[in-house]
């Protein structure tokens, strides 16, 4: 089993529409957890942490459930510059390395 | 102010050959970390340095290694390069040793290609 699971996807959405992505994760210990964003060929970029009382930034929400081991992310009022490919990250304990997922990808159409 | 920098930006080499890439972190970082990203999947830790000395060792063969200079710059090595080490190499500064990913900045990343 992966230590963090994404649905792959693809999403592809029209612009002005919500999507939600969700993500599981393996180890019960894990302390922090993050979204990054990477568009085509570009490096990662973070897009926002994730706390367990959720938290919201303009047009994006994201929530932690450590019961259930599981992430989520919303985009509301989609973009077609949100499109990208969303990597669920998380700090796996004491360690101070990353675990990413393998990403989903995101299309908007116009 | 420079970002993260990497260096070379594409490389193309042939099995068994040996590479060297580089890695300058944002100016007062003392945080390294390498990670490999192979198409199609998400970027996976290889090492974190700090202060010079190797902080984390992700699961990769010992044909991989790194170091990290007194300018805070890094370096990372593969040695007898296999088509499977086809990726794309990441370098993550921070400013401290770093909990997660508070703080960490990519660089651009060298698309490495073995043929």
């Known amino acids: 089993r992966k230590e963090v699971e994404q649905d792959p996807g693809p999403f592809n959405v029209p612009e002005g529409a919500t999507v939600a992505f969700n993500c599981t994760y393996s180890?019960?210990?894990?302390?922090?957890f993050f979204w990054y964003r990477q568009d085509c060929r570009k490096e990662p970029k973070l897009l926002m942490s994730v706390y367990s009382s959720g938290n919201e930034d303009g047009r994006f929400t994201a929530q932690l459930n450590r019961a259930s081991q599981y992430i989520s992310l919303l985009i509301r009022d989609s973009k077609l510059s949100d499109s990208a490919t969303y990597l669920c990250v998380v700090n796996p304990g004491s360690a101070r390395q990353l675990t990413f997922g393998s990403g989903t990808q995101l299309t908007v159409l116009p | 102010d420079a970002g993260v920098t990497q260096s070379p930006t594409h490389l193309i080499k042939t099995r068994g050959q040996q590479v060297t890439l580089r890695c300058s972190p944002i100016?007062?970082?003392?945080?390294v970390s390498w990670y490999q990203q192979v198409l199609g999947q998400g970027p996976q830790f290889i090492f974190q340095?700090?202060?010079?000395?190797?902080?984390g060792r992700g699961n990769f063969p010992d044909r991989f290694s790194a170091r990290q200079f007194p300018n805070y710059s890094s370096e990372l090595n593969v040695n007898a390069l296999l088509l499977g080490d086809s990726a794309l190499y990441l370098c993550a500064s921070s400013l401290g040793a770093g909990e997660g990913g508070y703080g960490y900045t990519f660089g651009s990343g060298t698309r490495l290609t073995v043929v």
């Open positions: 180890n019960s210990a894990s302390q922090s």
């Open positions: 340095y700090y202060e010079k000395e190797e902080r």
């Open positions: 100016s007062g970082h003392k945080s």
